[in-house]
């Protein structure tokens, strides 16, 4: 083969058994080492997709391998902790770097502020947890049904103070949300509130084209938050509260 597409799930399944068991790796059925593996198929290039996805595990891979060129892409090698951080700069320093020339603008982004009227029904986190979740407190809007609606109304005035005053022909709107079950009780309120708009949503064994033709597609950041065209997409809104600069900054 003149090109070989690997996942790093994959190739660090093998490191994980290789620390374990060594050279006797050999015996499950890998004929060579992790380090032997570039020069054994003669592989001259190796590079890496969407390296902030998967971190620790292409740093790993730089551990337990040689390959005469490295090239790593990544349009979000950033992050809020410190180490993290020292260990991007570790691995690739800034002078290895493509000299970023700086963005071109074009989105305008906006910030809609709301607050629940009883906060007590709202769970910020999972149970044993400090953290916030945001999968907790969607949870927590299902579970009361005038929450739910005025939630609901919510979305629906921000898709009318936004999609819905842009002139754009063929103009399409992806909305982002948590769970899956509030991105299905979304989907046919919006289709209830806009009859005249495609409404679909995109998750999990969903057929791609709903992604692609909908006029207003209700997704996760998982299934559609990275490396996504979407044709005339004029309006994103994102319900879900993630502190990740990667995702944010992905889904911008």
């Not at 999968?135 to 109304?153: C, G, L, W």
Request: aromatic content about 14%.
């Amino acid at each position: 083969a003149k090109a070989i597409i690997i996942s790093n799930t994959t190739f660090n399944n093998w490191l994980k058994l290789y620390e374990r068991f060594k050279e006797d790796t050999v015996d499950l059925g890998y004929p060579i080492a992790p380090y032997e593996f570039f020069r054994t198929l003669k592989i001259g290039v190796r590079l890496i997709d969407e390296l902030h996805q998967h971190y620790y595990g292409c740093f790993k891979t730089d551990l337990f391998t040689h390959v005469t060129q490295s090239i790593a892409l990544s349009a979000t090698l950033l992050s809020d902790d410190p180490f993290i951080e020292r260990m991007h700069t570790l691995a690739y320093p800034i002078r290895d770097r493509y000299a970023d020339i700086g963005l071109n603008k074009y989105i305008d982004s906006y910030a809609i502020h709301y607050r629940f009227r009883k906060p007590e029904l709202i769970r910020t986190c999972e149970y044993g947890s400090n953290n916030y979740s945001h999968n907790a407190v969607e949870k927590s809007i299902m579970k009361h049904v005038p929450t739910v609606d005025r939630y609901f109304q919510l979305i629906k005035y921000t898709i009318d103070i936004s999609y819905n005053k842009c002139r754009r022909k063929g103009k399409k709107l992806l909305i982002f949300a948590y769970t899956v079950d509030i991105i299905s009780r979304l989907v046919k309120y919006l289709q209830y509130k806009y009859p005249y708009y495609d409404v679909r949503r995109y998750v999990e064994d969903d057929d791609y084209s709903n992604l692609m033709e909908a006029d207003i597609c209700v997704s996760t950041l998982g299934s559609s938050g990275t490396a996504v065209d979407i044709k005339n997409l004029s309006t994103v809104i994102l319900t879900t509260t993630v502190n990740s600069p990667q995702s944010n900054v992905q889904s911008l």
